[in-house]
């Protein structure tokens, strides 16, 4: 069974910084493309980088290239650092996986990013 549990969100103020996590129970993240979407209120869900299997690089969302880095460990745990944060990074994060023909999310972790 496929669980995926993101933490680390909050409320911060334009300019800081947060790190998200992503526990994985059920995979090995270093084997699957692990990614990271998000969802502000009244908009679609819209995806904000991956992680590719092995060393095979990472791809970011135009909106985040520069400022969000995704990272994993070699075991369970896939990371979004996100530095320079702006109002429009308002929304709530979830970490997602594709295994064996299915999607996995997890429940999400709201950020909020506010004067």
């Known amino acids: 069974q496929v669980q995926l549990v993101e933490s680390g969100g909050g409320l911060v103020h334009p300019g800081d910084s947060l790190r998200l996590s992503c526990a994985a129970s059920?995979?090995?993240?270093?084997?699957?493309?692990m990614s990271w979407f998000r969802q502000a209120q009244g908009k679609e869900r819209e995806f904000v980088a991956v992680i590719r299997p092995g060393g095979s690089g990472t791809s970011y969302a135009d909106s985040v290239k520069g400022r969000f880095t995704i990272s994993r460990d070699r075991a369970k745990n896939v990371y979004l650092q996100m530095n320079s944060l702006k109002p429009e990074d308002t929304a709530m994060y979830y970490c997602?996986?594709?295994?064996?023909?299915?999607?996995?999310w997890g429940q999400g972790t709201q950020v909020t990013v506010s004067s």
């Open positions: 997602h996986v594709f295994f064996r023909g299915h999607d996995y």
């Open positions: 059920g995979i090995i993240v270093v084997g699957e493309h």
